[in-house]
Nanobody, 124 residues
Framework: QVQLVESGGGLVQAGGSLRLSCAAS????????MGWFRQAPGKEREFVSA????????YYAGSVKGRFTISRDNAKNTMYLQMNSLKPEDTAVYYC?????????????????WGQGTQVTVSS
């Protein structure tokens, strides 16, 4: 059974940093992709970033490009999201997701597995 478990969320002031982790168990995703999404209250879930596990190719939403960095650790079967220069509008529940296949895509419906989410709150 595949499980994705996020950690690292919390409360931070604007301009600060956080690093989210997503630990995967139940299978390896060496031929697949993983991504981060977020959902703010009253808004739809939106794509943040994705990474192809095999070669670490990445894809970012325009709103986070240059501030967030996605990465993965093969040995730990874990994905990360380093978030710098955080803004109040980054406040949301952040979810990690895994997709079977190599394509880097932004559509949430294309992802097969989801974590339970971790809250990130950025105060002004």
């Amino acid at each position: 059974q595949v499980q994705l478990v996020e950690s690292g969320g919390g409360l931070v002031q604007a301009g600060g940093s956080l690093r989210l982790s997503c630990a995967a168990s139940g299978r390896t995703f060496s031929s697949d992709t993983m991504g981060w999404f977020r959902q703010a209250p009253g808004k739809e879930r939106e794509f943040v970033s994705a990474i192809r596990w095999s070669n670490s190719n990445t894809y970012y939403a325009g709103s986070v490009k240059g501030r967030f960095t996605i990465s993965r650790d093969n040995a730990k079967n874990t994905m990360y999201l380093q978030m710098n220069s955080l803004k109040p509008e980054d406040t949301a529940v952040y979810y990690c997701a895994a997709r079977l296949g190599l394509a880097l895509v932004a559509g949430a419906s294309s992802y097969n597995y989801w974590g339970q989410g971790t809250q990130v709150t950025v105060s002004s």
